[in-house]
């Protein structure tokens, strides 16, 4: 499936992006979102991209090629860019803190149950403990834990249960192997629509990616990384980071920051129509006051 920028009017509206202005995207992809910033800052509007998978990095250095040296990125994590920016100042940050099609699409990362591929599931393939790992070598009861956790699935421990039972007869090597598994051990009684392996899925890739690990702080961090009016929008695909961007929304506003979402922002209709995968999408935007 072809990446398409999840809520890009939307974000792009609240950031309020304007020509000459300072950009970051913390969570590049293949650049869609980029790209539109880029445009709607021009002529001369610079964007400071960064993005912990290498592959996809190289693709959207491709895409935005057309933009030159406006542009400057950066294989790296987002909560690194306040060291990269360093005493430079933004006037709008934007995160999507989702995986792109593009990365769901490829077997070989292991993030889809409807693909079979090895059990990988790292955004950056350059290190790091594989999903296989974890399947293979976490003990049960964390394992369920961990299901729990990052997954929310009520049927955790049976779940837990059944790979432990399984692994002990053979290694678990495949997202086949393992969706199969899940889904055996996993309660009938599911929401409509919703794969009985999704909250496994779910749960070991952001355990895998360390997705949630400091994260209200890096909000933080980054907030105050914005001149005065400046804004940030985050995107957010589980009740888990929506909580997390929330929650480090709220903490700024004793600090000079103003809510421009009190409500999280949803795709419509049209847009969960003809991308599927925006469905989840969830958007807040802060702002920075104007110094008094």
Same mark, same amino acid.
């Given at each position: 499936m072809e990446h398409r920028p999840v809520l890009l009017e939307e974000a792009l509206e609240l950031l309020a992006v304007r020509p000459d202005g300072t950009y970051v995207d913390g969570t590049l992809g293949p650049g869609g979102h980029a790209a539109e910033v880029l445009r709607r800052s021009a002529p001369s509007g610079r964007l400071v991209a960064t993005d912990r998978d290498s592959e996809t990095l190289a693709r959207a250095r491709e895409n935005l090629s057309e933009f030159g040296e406006r542009v400057r990125l950066e294989h790296a994590d987002f909560r690194e860019?306040?060291?990269?920016?360093?005493?430079?100042?933004?006037?709008? /940050?934007?995160?999507?803190?989702? =995986?792109?099609?593009?990365?769901?699409?490829?077997?070989?990362?292991?993030?889809?149950?409807?693909?079979? &591929?090895?059990?990988?599931?790292?955004?950056?393939?350059?290190? &790091?403990? =594989?999903?296989?790992?974890?399947?293979?070598?976490?003990?049960?009861?964390?394992?369920?834990?961990?299901?729990?956790?990052?997954?929310?699935?009520?049927?955790?421990?049976? /779940?837990? $249960?059944?790979?432990?039972?399984?692994?002990?007869?053979? =290694?678990?090597?495949?997202?086949?192997?393992?969706?199969? /598994?899940?889904?055996?051990?996993?309660?009938?009684?599911?929401?409509?629509?919703?794969?009985?392996? =999704?909250?496994?899925?779910?749960?070991?890739? /952001?355990?895998?990616? $360390?997705?949630?690990?400091?994260?209200?702080?890096?909000?933080?961090?980054?907030?105050?990384?914005?001149?005065?009016a400046g804004r940030m929008a985050v995107i957010a695909f589980h009740s888990l980071e929506d909580r997390e961007v929330k929650q480090a929304f709220r903490s700024l506003v004793p600090e000079g920051f103003r809510l421009l979402t009190k409500k999280p922002v949803r795709p419509g209709e049209r847009e969960v129509r003809e991308n599927p995968r925006a469905r989840s999408a969830r958007l807040r935007a802060i702002e920075r006051k104007e110094a008094a």
């Open positions: 860019v306040p060291a990269l920016l360093g005493d430079e100042k933004a006037d709008g /940050i934007l995160l999507d803190l989702g =995986t792109s099609s593009v990365q769901l699409d490829d077997p070989e990362r292991g993030l889809s149950f409807q693909l079979e &591929g090895p059990l990988d599931m790292r955004l950056d393939r350059s290190h &790091g403990v =594989t999903a296989g790992e974890v399947v293979n070598r976490m003990r049960e009861r964390e394992l369920a834990d961990l299901i729990f956790r990052f997954g929310e699935d009520p049927a955790s421990r049976r /779940i837990a $249960r059944a790979i432990a039972e399984a692994r002990a007869r053979q =290694t678990i090597r495949t997202t086949r192997e393992l969706a199969e /598994i899940v889904t055996r051990a996993a309660s009938r009684r599911r929401r409509p629509g919703l794969h009985p392996a =999704t909250r496994t899925f779910q749960a070991l890739r /952001i355990h895998v990616n $360390r997705e949630l690990e400091g994260l209200g702080e890096a909000l933080r961090a980054l907030a105050r990384c914005l001149l005065p």
